[in-house]
Each structure stands twice: as structure tokens, then as C-alpha cells.
């Protein structure tokens, strides 16, 4: 490695060259490979020996809790599966990750997965973005009028307490054992929780800084999008992760009350047919929807953090 | 030379629920164009309260305030404010952060952006511009803050204990910095501090406040050395005396 680094001015694509044509690697000189293509690339200043170890030191670390990441998905599903063969546990009562691929395979066969996943996935989606729309317009209006927000302020901690699911009769009845009931459901659960952390958000909002705009001159329509909103951005992120887990929950509470399609009716029909190969994989198949939005709002959080 | 600022048998009151409070007592004084003025006074006599009133954040219970011949409006643009904070957004870089005042004015012309892109020169910072405000000193963000306000090109300054945040040695040094760029620029300024050692190095005119109720308990008019920057200003016997002087009048009041 000292010589690789010694000689990188010149010699440096022929060694990486040289490098790949060896199979056997270290996991140390493949990322000092990697590195070095980068620098290549980039035309980054050279690093010092001792920066190069430091950033080796990072990576095997990032490397390693991957890998133990890993090995524990892998563990518990492989323990799962053998733990049912061997007879310790009832396939019947606990299903397998065999049985689990098995169902998933009909299922994806039948179209079935696909339809009720989408159905889901739509209300979810409808309820998410009503909700937080109608949420951050509402913190808003709380924040911009005082005695507005006074006025509110008991209904909402009201609401916020009342646990949902009781209102499921009320809703069914106004809008049907439909769609619409389901994304009333998980509208209610989610705008609440959105209202109050949006406008605390708007809330906390450094005092100084406001009366520093004031004293330019600035309007309250100013003062909010210069400060208030710009520094209530990770706030407002952190409100739109939380969202994604409540509006799942709001689906498929709405879909257990409605029980007509979605991953929710599937959930309850397996209940009541005993079927927890059907269970298991549903559930498993809803963490992976529900990560996936959740990555996608993480990826929409680097993006704007990118583009100021 | 002109009267800039008039205060006339200024009096405020603060509401709260439980109790009112009398900050401020028939205050009266005249600040002339291009003078350095500095409040001292015991702490929470309402020296803030004074600036707030001048910059037409707060409205005085009773008396006149004129400011450049007029009633104090903070949408009137003769004031800039400058704060113990620097109150820089974080968020934008430093060249962004020069342009918010425009911006909220709606004057956000190639002309001001360029004229305050060249006091950023002229005060040793334009290598920052790119910077956000987090990779700069205390002593660099409270001169960028400084230039902000200067952006608006305002005729007065009320500068609310702006060092006090800072450490004693950058406090010295953007002391000299602040008062060079002030008169450079030929401002009016109204300096609210607790340090007299800062009053006695900056200042034209001292303003001393008694206890609250405030109330004007005495004005210096200072004469040696105003050619000399503030840090040398500060060790000439005429300061220290002044400095007793003053430290004991504040004493008397608490």
C-alpha cells in the first residue's frame, strides 16, 4: 500500500490496472482503489497517509454494521425456517419463510398481491398528502393569527387525545363501507399530529431573529418565508416520516373496519380463515412498502437540503 | 449641524397581566447627524427600550419621538438595527444573508447588491461570501451583520449591545472595525452598552439612565481624543477619569 501511494502520481492507473487483475484483495487496498479512482476523477488534492487510514477506518466500520445488519435479517429468517422444519414450532401456528415465499408466489400469480397492494397503497398515499397538505395549511393559519390559534387550540388537544378508531362506526356511516371511509380514517389520524408539530415548529422559531427582519421593515408574509419556514425545514421533515407510519396505520385500520380489499382486508381474512402463511406474508410485504415510502421521503429531504 | 433624532418627555409603560411597569420617565435628549451617542445605565433600566422606540418597533405611551423629522416607522428605512446576536440565517451564505434586508424592501437591484458586495470588499470578508455564516468567527459574523444593516444604507444605527457576545480580544479589534466603518460611512449612531469601558472609547456623547423608571441622569460630552481609534482611546487619562466618573453615577443607583 506505502508503494501504491508513493507512485500514485504516475503510475497510478496501471497499479489500479494491475490491482483488479489480482483476484485476491484485501478489503483495505480495494477501498484505497476506490479512493484513488475518485481523486482521479475529481482531481481532489492528495490525502496523507495518516487521512487515508483514517478514512479506511471509517469505512470498515460502516462495512461492519452493514454486514451485522445483515447476518441478523439473515439469522432470524434462517433460525425461523429451521426452527420449523425440525418440528420445534408449529408451521401451522408460526408459518416459515419457505411457506412465506410460497404464498407470495401464488399470491403475485394471481394478481391478487398487486391489486390489494395498490388499493392500499392508494389510500395511504391519499390520506399522506390530504392530510399534511391540509395540516401545514392549517399550523399556518395558527401561527399567523394569535387569537385564531387561542381559540382552537382546546378542540385540537381534544381531538389529539381521542383515540381515532372510535370514531370508525361515525365514519362508515357518513361515507360508506368504501375507499372513502378508509381515507377519512387515515386523514383523521394524521392531520392532528401534523397541525401540532408543524406549528410548534413554527413556534420555536429563534425570537431575535424574527425581530431582526422586523426591524428591516419585514411583514408577516416575509418573516415566514425568510425565517419561520426555512428554519422549520427539519421539523417539517421529520413531520412527513412520522406521517408515512400513521397513514399506513390509518389504511389499515380503516381496511380491518371496512374489510373489502387491501392489505388490511387480506390481514383480516387470514385471521378468520387461520391462515398465517397469508398473515406473515402481508405483514412482511407491508414493511417493505412502508420503508420504501419512508425512503422516499428521506430521499426528497437530500434533495432540497441539496438545493439550498 | 441638523437634529437627527428628537426624544421629548418620552414615557413607556409595559402592560402585562398582573402588573404595569413604568420602563421609561420623561426622557429627553437630541442626537445630531453624524454623531456617536452611547446609553449606559444600570442593566434593566430600559436601555433596549429607548432603541426599540427609536426604531418604531415599540410606540411611546406619551411624549414625541421625531426620527429624521418624522414619527419612528420601522418600515421608514432610516434605522438599521443591529443586535447582541448577529442574527444571520444560517441557512443562506454570507453573500445570501447581505441581501435579505433588500429583499424584504424590495429593493433588490444590481446597484444596492453591488454596493453591498463592496463594503463586504472593502471590510476584508469577500473571501467569505460563499461561506455559510456557521464557518465564520463571532468577530466575522458580527461585522457581516453589521453590513447587512449598512446594506439598506440607513442614516441611523442603533447598535444594542452588539459586542457583548463576543470574547475581549475580537471585541476590541470589531470595536475599532465597527467605529471605522460608522464613520467611513457617516453615520448616526445610538449605542446601548453595559460597558462603560466601551461607551467612554467609542462615544461623542454619553447618555447616563438611572434605575427604572429610567430617567436621563446625566450627559457627556466627550472631547479628547476623537481622532484616535477606540483602542487607544481607551487607555488616555481622560477615559479613566470619565469611566470613574460615570461607574459611580450608575453605582448611586442601585
Redesign the interface.
Known sequence: MKNDIKNNTGKKNKLIDNKEEKNKQTLNSEIDNKTEKKSNKKNKPKYSLEHKKFLNKIRLKTFFVIFIQITILIAFFGLWEILVNNGVLDGFIYSSPSRMINTLAELSRSGELLTHSLITLKETLLAFVIATGIGFLVAVLLWSNNTIKRILEPYIVVLNSLPKIALGPIIIIWFGAGTKAIVVMGILIVIIVTIINILNAFLNTDKNTILALESMGANKAQIFFKVVLPSSFPDIISTLKINVGLSWIGAIMGEYLVSKAGLGYLLVYGGLVFDLDLIMTVTIVLCFLASLMYFLIALLEKIVKARH | MNEIITVKDVSLIYHSKKFETLALKDISFKIEEGDFVALVGPSGCGKTTILSLI?G?LTCSSGEILVNGLKPD????V???M?Q?D?L?P?RTVEKNLY??L???HTNTKEKKDYALSLLKKYGLENFKTKRPDELSGGMRQRVSLIRTLA?NPKILLLDEPFSALDFQTRLKVCDDVLKILKDEKKTALLVTHDIYEAVSMADKIIVLSARPATIKNIHTLTFGRDKTPFVRRDMKEATDLFQKIWSEIQDEK
Open positions: 426604531s418597533l420601522k418600515k421608514s428605512k434605522c438599521g438595527y443586535f446576536k442574527n440565517l441557512w435579505v434586508g429583499e424584504i424592501q439598506l
